[in-house]
């Protein structure tokens, strides 16, 4: 039997977990499910090293978010033969990967995150339910009522109430369920005028998902797997706006859309303390096996690990071709399986036919690690999702509000109404509607408490990616730090309308109101603005 919570939040990822442990923080119970049997999502199940700002180390992530940070980094330091110049970074990056400056393994942030639930849970204060998945909703008068949980291991239903609901699912769900006004795709350019939308609305261009998956390499050992079923598919696809085939090392550069070829060397000997990872001097996407290294046996002891591990999450392996939202349940899942079978090619074709540096072909001594992934196959539990449903917001934030070329480096929109901050590029990758990368440089941005609440729904809120932003302006708000902020205000906000009998858009509309909120997050370590920096 499943307790009646003050707060239901749907989906585990990051947003969820922060939104669960803000609304445990404050003293509410909590229900808190996940359709995988991992916590964590993009970090976890996704399996995809954080995306982050340069000035991460310093400022510009809740205190909570710091606090995932730095227990993953001391599991390392507790756990692993690292060498003492390792040891003693404060700044530690376990992987060495280009990509972040926390580049770890997907089950090591499992741990933390786990870890950072289990009070709570021992306390009563929060269930957990895994491997359920959201099927239905009930609302009346704009309030979401009830929602119809289902046990995917035994096929059985149950129906949860609760005075809130947070969607902090992958795609938005409850959006759809519950009725919630929403977007997907693509705005028109008339909507809000953005110098980047298409002419006209398109719900079914929506940026690629990923299947990631891990790799290590050991020389004069054989790892080939079976010859994927679609692979004479994929070895032979090349997209109209790509320099040649999608299986190969060639291929644009996300902000110039030159054709930029990419190197692969796995084990390099480079020292990985050396590794520098900033995004705002060098994407460091080229050299692929660096790029989102998860973990590098340089760091380590002598003997301590024959191979480093890499997490392939490339331009190769983005999946474009049919829609994950929009299009109905069966289109969603070959989607789903196209992305796999897709992943599972660019393994074959690394093992057998990818160009050396050497003059052959193939690296036959790459070994895909499911047991790094959690899987019987090796993929990842779950395709990175990159753009989900997005509420029709009391303040939807767009291209005005956060793009350099318009606002300058310095600009941004300074609202009256901030919760949390965050910086990355405007970056959507390649689409269904068949646009090639769309990579515009963005200033550090405001996230608006007004972003957070629906126009007509009363006690739902989003948690992630399903906030008011447009599907331009997702393409910078989407990543790791960003997604726990807006999880760690839902939950907070939750909180705080139960505990003083308001809703949440008394408290995004009234001065007092949310000054009063406002200084529960600066209580709890929530940066609200920044300080002078540049964009880039």
């Known amino acids: 039997m499943i307790p009646e919570p003050d707060i239901l939040v749907v989906g585990a990822g990051l947003g969820g977990v922060a939104a669960a442990l803000a609304a445990c923080r404050a003293g509410r119970t909590v229900v808190l499910t996940e359709e995988t049997d991992w ?20 400022f510009g992530t809740t205190a909570s978010y710091r606090r995932l940070r730095e227990g993953i980094r001391a599991y390392y330091r507790q756990w692993y033969p690292m060498r003492s110049e390792a040891l003693a ?3 530690l990056n376990p992987g060495a990967g280009r990509v972040s400056k926390l580049c770890h393994e997907p089950r090591v942030a499992l741990t933390v995150l786990e870890a950072m639930l289990a009070p709570h849970r021992a306390a009563g204060r929060l269930t957990l339910l895994t491997e359920h998945r959201a099927v239905a909703a009930e609302s009346d008068n704009d309030v979401i009522r009830a929602v119809t949980l289902e046990n995917l291991r035994t096929g059985d239903r149950d129906t949860v109430t609760a005075r809130y609901v947070i969607d902090a699912t992958e795609t938005g769900e409850l959006l759809e369920l519950g009725g919630v006004e929403h977007a997907i795709g693509a705005e028109a350019r008339g909507e809000f005028d953005e110098p980047h939308a298409p002419e006209q609305a398109q719900p079914l261009n929506q940026q690629g998902i990923t299947v990631c998956f891990a790799l290590s390499h050991h020389e004069g050992e054989n790892h080939t797997v079976d010859r994927p079923t679609d692979y004479d598919f994929w070895r032979s696809y090349r997209p109209d706006f790509w320099p040649g085939p999608l299986l190969g090392f060639q291929a644009p550069d996300p902000r110039s859309l030159e054709s930029v070829p990419r190197t692969f060397v796995p084990n390099p000997d480079n020292d990985p303390l050396a590794v520098s990872a900033d995004q705002s001097a060098d994407a460091g996407d080229k050299e692929l096996w660096s790029f989102r290294r998860i973990l590098a046996r340089g760091m380590h002891r002598p003997g301590a690990f024959g191979s480093d591990i890499t997490l392939v999450n490339w331009p190769l392996n983005d999946y474009w071709l049919k829609p994950l939202i929009g299009a109905g349940a ?3 899942a070959q989607a789903v399986a196209e992305a796999r079978q897709l992943s599972l090619s660019l393994l074959y074709w690394l093992q057998t036919e990818a160009p050396r540096q050497d003059g052959g072909t193939g690296f036959p001594g790459l070994r895909i690690r499911p047991d790094i992934t959690g899987t019987q196959d090796g993929l990842a539990k779950a395709p990175y999702v990159r753009e989900s449903r997005r509420i029709k917001a009391v303040t939807t934030v767009t291209e005005h509000d956060v793009s350099i070329d318009i606002v300058g480096p310095h600009g941004g929109t300074r609202h009256r109404d901030p919760v949390g901050v965050g910086s990355y590029r405007i970056d959507l990758h390649p689409s269904t509607g068949g646009d090639n990368y769309i990579d ?44 726990w902020n807006i999880g760690e205000v839902a939950g907070a906000l939750a909180a705080h309308c139960l505990t003083e009998g308001v809703e949440p858009r008394q408290v995004q509309s009234e001065d007092k109101r949310y000054e009063a909120f406002a200084r529960l997050l600066d209580r709890d370590g929530v940066q609200r603005r920044w300080p002078d920096v540049r964009g880039y």
């Open 39 to 58: 916590i964590g999502g993009q970090l976890t199940s996704q399996a995809v090293p954080p995306d982050e700002h340069p000035w991460v180390e310093q």
């Open 330 to 332: 069966e289109v969603s």
């Open 89 to 91: 970074l404060t700044d």
């Open 440 to 483: 515009i440089g963005s200033v550090p941005f405001e996230i608006p408490l007004g972003a957070l609440v629906p126009r007509r729904v009363r006690n739902l809120l989003p948690a992630g990616k399903n906030i008011g932003t447009t599907h331009i302006t997702n393409g910078c708000y989407r990543l790791h730090p960003v997604e």
